[in-house]
Each structure stands twice: as C-alpha cells, then as structure tokens.
C-alpha cells in the first residue's frame, strides 16, 4: 500500500469518528457564558464526558496530522 493510500484511507476515517464522537457530545446550553468561565465554576465534567473529549480530540489530532502529511507528500 503506497504511502498516500493510506493517509487518505486515515483521513477518511478519522473524519467520520470526529463527527460521530462531536454529535455524540451532551448539549451544554451555555450560550455565550462560556468565554467568561462561568460556566465551569457550578458545573463538572464526568468522567464519561472527559473520555469522549479526549477521544474527540485525538480523532481531530490524526485528522490534522494526515492532512499535513498528504499536503506534504502531493506537493
């Protein structure tokens, strides 16, 4: 399997997890209050919600990290 292949095959899928895992995440219903931080201070996060925003955040990291490959490797 050539090299771009498989950073597009990665790509892909990252992409599709990275949506899934986003719509899967509770409504937080802050609106604007969270650029002040007041939303963090009568709230918590659980544990559940820490797993799915870690898990998020690497799909969106390997995402990331494929495009820049593929930018690299087509140019």
């Known amino acids: 399997m050539k090299a771009t292949t ?12 990275s949506i899934i895992l986003v719509l ?7 609106g604007m209050s969270f650029f002040g931080g007041a939303s963090q201070l009568f709230s ?7 797993g799915l925003n870690r898990l998020t955040e690497l799909f969106v990291l390997i995402f990331i990290v494929s ?3 593929l930018s690299f490797i087509l140019k």
């Open 67 to 69: 495009t820049f490959m």
């Open 44 to 50: 918590s996060q659980k544990s559940t919600e820490k």
């Open 24 to 30: 899967m995440h509770s409504p937080k219903g802050d």
């Open 6 to 17: 498989f950073f597009h095959i990665l790509q892909i899928l990252s992409a599709i997890f």
